[in-house]
Structure formats: structure tokens, C-alpha cells
């Protein structure tokens, strides 16, 4: 079962569980259509939802190409290079191209990158903080779901890795979204009102990061 589009055919990948009352639809990174929808759901009815959400499901598909151009290649920053393997014993930049060695290991990299980086924007953005916060310990690590995440308790704001792939403004959002969190633990208005005293344009950036 697929769906056409823009001459091009995506799969169609029904789950059916006993457990689901509902159906839903999503386009997942593998730009695949998949339909979690109750076991004794008919086809004919899921074909219809389909045909009634076509347009809907086309505007799903836009966005996760477009979440897929933005990562492909290797990011740095917020440019986009094209690898190339090399013999060359560190990593290069040259133009448009980064030229890795065969065995580097790139997270190992960003993450050496990320450590200076990271702590250099956290106290600037610190520095100018319209609040008095207590100063934050500073984490690192790969996450999935979350730019970032603040420990009220114990002060630590941890930032995702993935942020050395973006331009710093993403960056500084970040962090001047987790160091919000040491007032307000919840997302009220009171706390995007803090966020925008420290980023009067932090809703542009928030938005485009749901394209990465």
C-alpha cells in the first residue's frame, strides 16, 4: 500500500494494535506513511482516512524532507559540508568539504569542540541575564527529544550535542530557555516572558528548530 506524490510512491505502514482506540497518522524520518489504528480497524476505512487526510499527509511528507536536508552531509555550526575520507591525520575544512580520517570518530570531535564552545556561550548568555540565577553546571550528551534540559535542584542545565551541527543563535536559545527554567520550572507565560526579555526573537528560532 502506498501513497503517490509528486511522482513519487511513499510506503504506507499499517500497526495494528488492540490497545489503540484511535488512528493516527505521522510521517516518520523514513519518510514512510505509518498508521497506528485498532486491530479490527477494515483497510477500506483506513484507505479512506487516507484519501480524506491526502493533503494533510503531503504537507507531513514537506516537512520531514525538508527535516532531512537539514542533516544531511556533515554540520558544523550551521553549514553544511560534503565528507570526504582522507588520510589526513585530523579533520580539515577546506570550502564546502570536510575531509575526515577513515577511523575519526566525529562525536568524540564535537564533543571536544562542543565543551568550549558550550561553556564559553553559557556565560555570556549568563553575563546578560536579566535575572539573578545561580551560576548552572554545565552537561554534554547526545539526546533524541530534547535540545536541552535544566535540573532545578541541583542547577545543572545539560545541552544536546547535537546543538555544534546548528548555528549559535539555536544555541543561545537553548540556553537562555534551560537558565529560564531556574525561575520557572513550568512553561507559563510568566516563563516565555523571562525568555523573551533575554531573546526578544526566540519564537523564530524555536520554530525553525522543529525543522531540524
Known sequence: MHLSYQNKDYDIIIEKKKSNRNTYIRVKNDLAIHVTTNYFTPLRSIEKLIETNYERICDMIDFQEKKVRNNMGFLYLG????????????????????????????DKWYKKEAKKLFLERLNYNYEKFT???????????????????CNIRSHVITLNLELMK???CYLDYVII???????????SKAFWKLVGENMPDYKKYRDEMKEF
Request: proline fraction near 7%; avoid cysteine.
Open 79 to 106: 553549514k553544511q559540508y560534503v565528507v570526504v575520507y582522507s588520510d589526513y591525520p585530523e579533520l580539515e575544512f577546506s570550502n564546502n568539504k570536510v575531509y575526515v580520517p577513515h577511523d575519526f570518530d566525529i
Open 131 to 149: 535575572r539573578k540565577i545561580p551560576y548552572p553546571s554545565l552537561r554534554i550528551r547526545k539526546m533524541t527529544t530534547r535540545w536541552g534540559v
Open 166 to 168: 546548528r548555528d549559535i
Open 177 to 187: 530557555h534551560e537558565m529560564s527554567h531556574l525561575i520557572y520550572g513550568d512553561h
